[in-house]
């Protein structure tokens, strides 16, 4: 069992004395000054399994545990990921690592293996990976198509309430904008979302449905109180201009101004290649309609601009430093875990935030680049108390041993302590072999 490099005192106050914090996720009456990156020491004292006050270092004389300088981070929210799908490579491998390899191969193993047993395991296995690497909070994507429907969503409850405590699980419809206008599809899946608690989403691409599929969704949407969460132009054709539809949809039924949650829109890929006066509109627009945006840098850069014998060129992220610079909303999440839209991952947040710094140039300065796994998608997604170490927030916490972002981006930081409610975790992974039985 592992429960990190840090020992932590068996009492019920105490600090955590002489960390490095991100003053952009513990600025809260903490009266801490940051330096050029960004950072700041503090002493962080808890108390009864929650967060007492955030101090600079010596301000307070509890029994304090030394971190020498050691970052700490609140617990991370995921807020785009395929817990449905997660794990399937070992049986059902991308033959060609393209995007409709990955669509074709998904769909033959969903016909032929999604059980709710199935799920279940694959499913428990990512949250295992997701708690040990320290996130508290997850949104993921259910296919939501004929039968699937009724296996996936009763048991993404069942699993929610298991993990309640643990893991702050919401969920989000997903099917083809073609299949969202089929007569009936839209009302049976409302009814399924407030039996079950999820929100409604589907993929959008140019299709001549898209239109009526947006005035459809949207509608549906507002009639029954539901979050909207859509998958956008996962594409490197600069032709797709979903988002800029979606954009205009949100402001034609006045979706932020009547008090709705913000409209998530993930991936928005082909926004990037599209020439920039067009580009500048669209996100003019999306800033305009309240939409909130998340990229799945690692997913997108396996997915896209992908062809047999040829480098690369193109990264398939979206214009996040533009979108930003708009005050919109951004984001960064793992996406696909072990199945064909990517064949790596393991839900740890750090690796997708060191990974987006790369990809992204999140970076000279930081600024408020770590939000994007924070406390943005806290707020956008309605995780209430996450994202930020402030006094009253649950003492859930990840420490590690970098004391710098270059320190802490350079190492994967496999020997992290995380802490919930105050007390250190078991942060060993599970064994593969847990799931062998699925394909054995």
Known sequence: MGFGYVALPPVERYRLANATVPVILAKEGSGLAGNGDGLARADIVIASGRVEAVTP????????????????????????????????????????????????????DRAANWSAVDIRA?????????????????????????????????????????????????????????????????????????????????????SPNLPGGLEAVFRTALDNGLPLDFHVDETMDP?????????????RFG???????????GHCCSVAVQPEEEAARTLDLVAEAGLAVVSLPMCNMYLQDRQAGRTPRRRGVTLLHEMKARGIPVMVSSDNTRDPFYAYGDLDMLEVYREATRIL???HPVADWPMTVTGTPAAVCGFEGRGAIRAGAPADLVVFRGRTWTELLSRPETDRTVIRAGRAIDTSLPDYRELDHLWS
Not at 66 to 90: N, Q, R
Not at 256 to 264: D, F, S
């Open 57 to 108: 270092p010596g301000a307070t004389t509890v029994e304090a545990v030394d971190l020498d300088g050691a970052m700490v981070f609140p617990g991370f929210v995921d807020a785009h990921t395929h817990l449905d799908k997660g794990h399937i490579w070992p049986r059902a491998a991308n033959p060609d690592g393209t995007f409709p390899g990955a669509l074709a191969t998904v769909a033959a």
């Open 122 to 206: 694959r499913m428990t296995f990512a949250l295992k990976s997701a708690h040990a690497h320290g996130t508290v909070a997850i949104r993921t994507h259910i296919d939501s198509i004929a039968d699937q429907i009724d296996i996936s969503w009763p048991l993404l409850a069942e699993v929610r309430e298991e993990w309640r405590g643990r893991i702050d699980l919401q969920g989000s419809s997903l099917c083809g904008i073609d299949i969202a206008v089929e007569p009936g599809y839209l009302d049976r899946m409302a009814g399924v979302l407030t039996r079950h608690g999820g929100g409604l989403g589907c993929v959008t691409y140019m």
């Open 239 to 251: 032709t797709a201009h979903s988002l800029r539809l979606i954009a205009e949809a949100a402001i």
């Open 255 to 265: 979706w932020q101004q009547n008090g709705n949650g913000r409209i998530v829109v």
């Open 361 to 363: 140039h999140f970076d």
